[in-house]
């Protein structure tokens, strides 16, 4: 069975700084895809930024880009110049065949 | 144009209760999945309709879970006989393809959180 695991229950940084935010997977398919979601407070979970396995250039969205490692079954998220509004919960999933599996995700604060 | 709508967004129920939960997806998408997700946690797959057929149901925990889509659009979760580990918030999202055979990006709900006394 497929699982993701993000191993960072809570992140901080710097407004207008730099983080990045981890998630492994296991999988034995070589065509799948991979999300990252964002849950503000609301509780309306937003697409950030997606990629396809069978791609080798990693997906970049404005201040969003990923570091996709097949190999490795790595897929972490970058946000680059932090902003107050990008604090929320973060959430890695991985899909083939439609549903999403999700990892427990990674609570992302911003400071001021 | 809209997005996927739920109601109601907050739902208490005595143990014992039954409730239905309900969804609207984006206009002419295919496909709807339900999800469930509890306090801290990520969100886990419920069921899969594609148009009016439900495809999977691999993730309704017991039988006490019931799903619908009978005209293709709105679907309706119920939970009869509800305990109190069906807290949890539930979300639904929409996607325009059909989802065994392509992958699009699934569109959120606000989803409903149930409270069960």
């Known amino acids: 069975a497929q699982t993701v695991t993000q191993s960072q229950p809570e992140m901080s940084v710097q407004e207008a700084e730099t983080v990045t935010l981890s998630c492994t997977y296991d999988?034995?398919?070589?065509?799948?895809?991979l999300f990252w979601y964002k849950q503000p407070p609301s509780r309306q979970m937003i697409l950030v930024i997606r990629?396809?396995?069978?791609?080798?250039q990693n997906a970049t969205e404005n201040r969003f880009s990923v570091n996709f490692q097949k190999a490795a079954k790595s897929f972490s998220l970058k946000i680059s110049d932090s902003q107050l509004g990008d604090a929320a919960m973060y959430f890695c999933?991985?899909?083939?065949?439609?549903?999403?599996?999700f990892g427990q995700g990674t609570e992302l604060s911003v400071k001021p | 144009g809209a997005g996927v709508s739920q109601s109601p967004r907050y739902k208490v129920a005595k143990r014992g209760q039954d409730v239905a939960l309900r969804c609207d997806p984006i206009?002419?998408?295919?496909?709807l999945f339900w999800y469930q997700q509890a306090l801290g946690q990520g969100p886990e797959f419920l069921t899969y309709?594609?148009?009016?057929?439900?495809?999977?149901k691999s993730g309704l925990p017991s039988d006490r879970f019931f799903a619908e889509r009978p005209e293709g659009s709105v679907s309706t979760l119920k939970i009869q006989r509800t305990q109190q580990e069906d807290s949890a918030v539930y979300l639904c999202?929409?996607?325009?393809?059909?989802?065994?055979?392509?992958?699009?990006?699934?569109?959120f709900g606000p989803g409903t959180r149930l409270l069960v006394l």
């Open positions: 999202a929409s996607s325009p393809v059909i989802a065994f055979f392509q992958q699009e990006t699934q569109y």
């Open positions: 999988t034995s398919e070589s065509d799948y895809y």
């Open positions: 990629q396809e396995a069978y791609k080798q």
């Open positions: 999933a991985y899909s083939k065949g439609g549903k999403l599996i």
């Open positions: 206009s002419g998408h295919v496909s």
């Open positions: 309709f594609q148009n009016e057929a439900q495809l999977d």
